[in-house]
């Protein structure tokens, strides 16, 4: 049966899910955040250096290009009610920040909360909505992020909350400033359920910490669902988030997405896989990818990790589909350790290839397989046509084709000064570069440097199988060779 096109349309917004229509985050917003790192320890001078590193480190032009202030910037609110900045972390104010990140061609984010304080109780906006968000946009802000503390009991109910957070987002659209509007209330009242109607991205759990997989009793909460589940917490581990967001993943879609806190690569608390594995979910469950990271300390290795552009494409792809679980095994066999948890991820890519994910959390390497059947299982069971097809496989993390040696990237942080910088990425590597190539034309191309590299070729209906170490991630995206765009393919189908 063929859905009419306005029937497609009708059929989106009843079910509530279409995204907010500001124009903005249509792939899922990208850059740098204080709060991982430097917490209250803010000042308009690391803002405007960090922003320095990412451009000389190439990370402007892979899409790192929202700077974002967290909590602790405010001295309180002047006689008219109106907040006002620090003077000792922000002598020239927040217009003068703005300028600045303007100037090096950065956008600038801000941070208040839906509540009478911020979480490190400075002023929040609860009431004073109209006021904040016109003091916002008159000093340059592209972006707020909205955070959830001290809400004055104003919770509960997923109405209570929409109405609380729909304050703002009317009162950042009344000033006619182009400012995405990106929720912190940890996943509390369904936000899944309603955030893609007022925002552009919202968090769907307590606070990140830098752990793959230890359990902490402060994120005890991880299932939405379980009315007792109000108190979603802080130290939420990598895999606790990806378990949490997993049952409502498609709720992201162009212009709304869920929201898996910000990055912790490059903090040092995992290993070189874990943070690999790390990366890449949040780039393909289509999370805001925020690094949180002091740059001014980056190892080669996480410099690797974060500019890895061909992980960053499956961010960045226009279909904008996030990958779904297709399979979780909760007792997989792990020599004397016990048991351990492993998963298999798979999803649909703009030009008709396929992303799959093997990710290992279990405490041992383990051997992983996928079927043709298993991974296109969302396009028929069994049926679908991609089963017939001989696939290019391509691993993500490949050590030719897209990825930065560790060697180069060590050579670009050991570089003398910005033009060296410049110059070894441009003249010596051939980076990519986003602002040149965005990703949506550099994947239509199939500039190979988005790619990674070419492993083998899985035959129709054969099975994919790796080895993959203890708490990693194995990445592939698979390539069509049988001369037919799956895309096409089913479309003409469907129209059949
Ligand atoms: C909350 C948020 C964090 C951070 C802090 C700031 O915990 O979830 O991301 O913004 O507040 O106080």
Request: proline letters at 4%.
């Amino acid at each position: 049966m063929r859905f009419p096109k306005e029937g497609l349309l009708v059929a989106l917004s009843a079910s509530g899910v279409r995204a907010v229509n500001n124009g903005l985050a249509r792939t899922p917003q990208m850059g740098w955040n204080n709060w991982n790192t430097f917490h209250c320890s803010v000042s308009s001078t690391l803002l405007t250096n960090t922003a320095k590193l990412l451009t000389e480190y190439g990370l402007q032009d892979l899409g790192y290009k929202y700077v974002v202030l967290d909590d602790c910037w405010s001295s309180g609110r002047d006689a008219n009610g109106k907040l006002v900045a620090d003077t000792t972390k922000f002598p020239d104010g927040m217009g003068a920040v703005a300028d600045a990140l303007h100037e090096q061609g950065f956008l600038f984010g801000m941070y208040s909360s839906a509540g009478e304080m911020t979480c490190a109780r400075y002023a929040g906006s609860l009431d004073y909505e109209e006021n904040d968000a016109q003091s916002f946009a008159d000093w340059g802000v592209d972006y707020l992020k909205y955070d959830n503390c001290y809400h004055m009991g104003r919770f509960g109910t997923p109405l209570i909350s929409f109405n609380r957070f729909n304050e703002m987002a009317k009162a950042l659209k009344k000033t006619g400033r182009s400012i995405l509007y990106s929720l912190c209330n940890w996943g509390e009242d369904y936000v899944h359920t309603w955030g893609g109607s007022i925002a552009n991205s919202w968090r769907i759990s307590g606070d990140i910490y830098d752990s793959f997989a230890r359990p902490d009793d402060l994120c005890s909460c991880t299932n939405a669902a379980d009315p007792a589940c109000i108190a979603p917490g802080t130290h939420c581990s990598v895999l606790a988030i990806i378990n949490k967001v997993a049952p409502y993943i498609d709720r992201g879609l162009p212009g709304g997405w869920n929201d898996l806190d910000m990055l912790e690569v490059g903090h040092g608390g995992m290993t070189e896989e874990e943070y690999k594995a790390h990366f890449s979910m949040w780039a393909a469950l289509k999370s805001p990818l925020l690094l949180g990271n002091d740059l001014r300390a980056m190892t080669a290795s996480s410099l690797a990790i974060i500019n890895n552009p061909a992980i960053i494409a499956l961010n960045q792809d226009p279909r904008g589909r996030a990958i779904q679980r297709i399979s979780r095994d909760l007792d997989v066999p792990v020599d004397r350790h016990g048991v351990g948890e492993t998963h298999v991820w798979s999803g649909p890519l703009a030009n008709g290839d396929q992303v799959v994910i093997f990710l290992n959390a279990a405490d041992a390497d383990l051997d992983m397989s996928a079927s043709l059947e298993d991974i296109f299982i969302m396009d028929g069971v069994g049926t679908a046509p991609q089963i017939q097809q001989d696939w290019a496989v391509h691993d993500l993390w490949g050590n030719s084709g897209s990825r930065m040696s560790l060697h180069d990237a060590q050579a670009l942080l050991d570089a003398k000064d910005a033009d060296a910088r410049r110059s070894f990425l441009q003249t010596k590597l051939d980076w990519y570069n986003a602002t040149e190539l965005p990703y949506a034309q550099g994947l239509s191309r199939r500039d190979p440097r988005l790619f990674g590299e070419r492993i083998g070729v899985v035959e129709a209906g054969g099975k994919i199988s790796a080895r993959v170490p203890r708490h990693a991630a194995k990445v592939f995206r698979l390539q069509s060779v049988s001369g037919q765009d799956t895309t096409r393919k089913s479309l003409l189908r469907d129209e059949l």
